[in-house]
Nanobody
Framework: QVQLVESGGGLVQAGGSLRLSCAVSGRTVSTNIMGWFRQAPGKEREFVAAISRSDDSTSYADSVKGRFTISTDNAKNTMYLHMNSLKPEDTAVYYC???????????????????WGQGTQVTVSS
């Protein structure tokens, strides 16, 4: 009953910035955990970042820490991923994900997220 729609992907030059958005809609109550995953060609889907709606705590993959920032706009039911200092290795399809079932920690496994968007392509050129 929860729908997630990503937007904001595109082609950028190495060192540039991009902001991804994830719009949340549906008849259910708000999710407790929201995050971003990505999948590059020939690679498995990997965790990027996540945020807890209960206490605003965040978690980042080591590969993006210091460069990416996750945030939410509760009034607009939208989650964002601000990406700075982009590298060619950041090229991937980025997916928005959400979890409603209560947990006391931020999951980094894709199998622990219950709702998914269809993805948006991010390409970083050298």
């Amino acid at each position: 009953q929860v729908q997630l729609v990503e937007s904001g992907g595109g082609l950028v030059q190495a060192g540039g910035s991009l902001r991804l958005s994830c719009a949340v809609s549906g008849r259910t109550v708000s999710t407790n955990i929201m995050g971003w995953f990505r999948q590059a060609p020939g690679k498995e889907r990997e965790f990027v970042a996540a945020i807890s709606r209960s206490d605003d705590s965040t978690s980042y993959a080591d590969s993006v820490k210091g460069r990416f920032t996750i945030s939410t706009d509760n009034a607009k039911n939208t989650m964002y991923l601000h990406m700075n200092s982009l590298k060619p290795e950041d090229t991937a399809v980025y997916y928005c994900a959400a979890r409603w079932t209560v947990v006391t920690w931020i999951p980094t496994s894709s199998q622990l997220y219950e709702y998914w968007g269809q993805g948006t392509q991010v390409t970083v050129s050298s």
